[in-house]
């Protein structure tokens, strides 16, 4: 059964789209774009594939007609995009970047004339340099300095987003890159993980509150999910696996919908908490529309008596894998999306906002051959159908990624469209 034929089965009210960000994609260099962390990041060296950048990226806010033309053809409802922070605040001194405003408003107008729903992001990575300099996310005047962004696009745009999701990926925001070093700041320190991770959901909690100031009514957050398994049966490996997806999931699951963290991680992580952390919780668990599951991999753990802290190890196993070395396992989308159920909320509408792999396609007779991530996409969307006929509430499903793009640390080395 082809693709095509397996979303004809889906209800004509699930949306099918096609997701970006700003910093991967726009072009840093044009329309008076101020650096970012990541302009910073990727000049230290090994940090990324050769020190490529996006200075130039995919050059869409040249190109973004053509670019949303593309998601037009291809039959799809909706664009996931992500507001740039340095477009709009380049500089220090507060100064709004007209052309920044200019471009996101032709965006949305040419959104609204291809009939393509916006689905936006406020945050999706690229923090301005001037406030990386003074710590990022551990400090509390970013916190402060989001809010004022957050405001701004609720009073330029909000009224045609269809859409708002605060934070993309808020794990990686924190933990990639403040205790592994694999993303920008490149720090690692758990004193600035603990308070990373509870700084970016305050930072959540407070532009929901903003938007709904504006009266927005669909509003949610973005959360890359793994499946954890431990590496074996044996109650170690159990025990650091149930840390890593505390790490990885439920740290920002029960603060979102419950208000608390984990006691597991919390116990780890106290003496390197903001003071008064728990004040803020009421405001991260603020009632949210919808929330984004981004899935592309399980995760296989098991004990690691060398790990400092936190006493995991994170593996890789024997599944076929994408150029990512991500292994290919399908079935992990459903256990992810049973346990958001059954924990969580059965009712809180569910939407795929990225899914997609790495792979180095073919030409045959100036023709693409991309057989094996029609293949992925497959697996996967029967995954989603399967959830769908048990009345799961999921309402959409977003492909990564429109564009071949600047891959964070990967560079411009992996095909992702």
């Known amino acids: ?109 040419t959104l609204q004339e291809k009939n393509l729903l916006p689905f936006a992001t406020f945050y999706h990575w690229d923090l301005p340099k001037y406030l990386d300099d003074k710590g990022g996310w551990t400090n509390l005047d970013t916190l402060k300095r989001f809010s004022e962004f ?14 708002i999701a605060t934070i993309n990926e808020p794990w990686c925001v924190s933990w990639l890159s403040h205790y592994w070093g694999e993303h920008a700041p490149g720090m690692k320190s758990i004193e600035a993980t603990a308070k990373s991770m509870h700084n970016i959901l305050l930072a959540h909690g407070n532009a929901v509150e903003i938007a709904r100031d504006y009266g927005h009514k669909n509003v949610g957050i973005v959360l890359n999910k793994t499946h954890v398994i431990p590496q074996s049966s044996k109650e ?8 890593y997806d505390e790490i990885h999931n439920t740290w920002f699951d029960e603060a979102i919908f419950k208000g608390k963290y984990p006691i597991n991680l919390l116990n780890i992580l106290r003496p390197y908490m903001p003071k008064n952390y728990s004040n803020d919780l009421k405001i991260i668990s603020k009632k949210i529309d919808w929330i984004g599951v981004n899935y592309y991999t399980r995760t296989i753990v098991k004990k690691d008596n060398n790990e400092k802290y936190f006493g995991f190890k994170a593996l890789k196993g024997n599944l076929p894998k994408t150029d990512m070395g991500w292994e290919i396992y399908p079935e992990g989308l459903t ?17 795929i906002t990225e899914n ?27 995954e989603i159908k399967q959830l769908l006929n048990k009345g799961v ?20 080395s992996k095909d992702l469209d």
């Not at 973004?64 to 409802?77: A, R």
């Not at 790495?358 to 969307?381: C, M, S, W």
């Open 1 to 109: 059964m082809s693709n095509l034929e397996i979303i004809k089965k889906f209800p004509k009210n699930f949306i099918f789209g096609t997701a970006t960000s700003s910093y991967q994609i726009e072009g840093q260099k044009f329309g008076g774009c101020g650096l970012s962390n990541w302009d910073t990041f990727a000049k230290k060296k090994g940090k990324t594939f050769k020190g490529h950048n996006g200075s130039i990226a995919c050059a869409h806010i040249l190109n973004f007609e053509k670019d949303l033309d593309l998601v037009k053809e291809c039959g799809l409802k909706a664009y996931r995009f992500s507001f740039s922070w340095p477009r709009l605040y380049p500089n220090q001194d507060g100064k709004i970047n007209s052309l920044g405003l200019e471009f996101y408003d032709k965006l949305l107008d």
């Open 356 to 382: 997609g792999m790495a792979h180095k396609e073919t030409f045959e007779n100036g023709k693409v051959v991309d057989i094996e991530r029609i293949n992925f996409y497959e697996k996967h969307l029967k």
């Open 393 to 412: 509430p999921l309402r959409g499903f977003f492909a990564w990624s429109l564009l071949d793009n600047f891959e964070w640390a990967y560079g411009y």
């Open 335 to 351: 256990e992810v999306i049973m346990k958001l159920i059954k924990n969580y909320s059965k009712k809180t509408p569910i939407y």
């Open 236 to 243: 170690e490996d159990a025990f650091a696996a149930k840390i």
């Open 150 to 163: 957050s405001n701004l696009i609720m009073d330029k745009f909000g009224k045609r987003i269809h859409s």
